[in-house]
């Protein structure tokens, strides 16, 4: 089982910056990725970006040159750094931890969600 707690988020004007965090615990050897989504009402979950544990990072094309997703030296806590807020961006984020068991075992764990606003 693993465990995602995330923190972060808030309130910001247009334009500026926030940054959320997660970590994971628990049974961590198989954790292929973590990531972000975000969901806003009436909308689906849609993914921000993601990293793999070897370090390939994937943005979604509204948040390319803004968002930057890292992870720290275990791997197992990643950060969303997020500039140049647009009101666009307001949503619920959600952290994503993707493990795999074997070609086909993988289990999918996610965070509370941690609510972003941008609004002056």
């Known amino acids: 089982q693993v465990r995602v707690v995330e923190s972060g988020g808030g309130l910001v004007q247009p334009g500026g910056s926030l940054a959320l965090s997660c970590a994971a615990s628990g049974t961590l050897d198989n954790i292929w990725a973590m990531g972000w989504y975000r969901q806003s009402p009436g909308k689906t979950r849609e993914l921000v970006a993601t990293?793999?544990?070897?370090?390939?990072?994937n943005y979604a094309d509204s948040v390319k040159g803004r968002f930057t997703i890292t992870h720290n030296n275990s791997k197992y806590t990643v950060y969303l750094q997020m500039n140049s807020l647009k009101p666009e961006d307001t949503a619920t984020y959600y952290c994503?931890?993707?493990?795999?068991?074997?070609?086909?075992?993988?289990?999918?764990?996610w965070g509370q969600g941690t609510q972003v606003t941008v609004s002056s």
């Open positions: 990293l793999t544990t070897d370090g390939t990072a």
């Open positions: 994503n931890v993707n493990e795999v068991l074997s070609i086909n075992d993988r289990n999918v764990y």
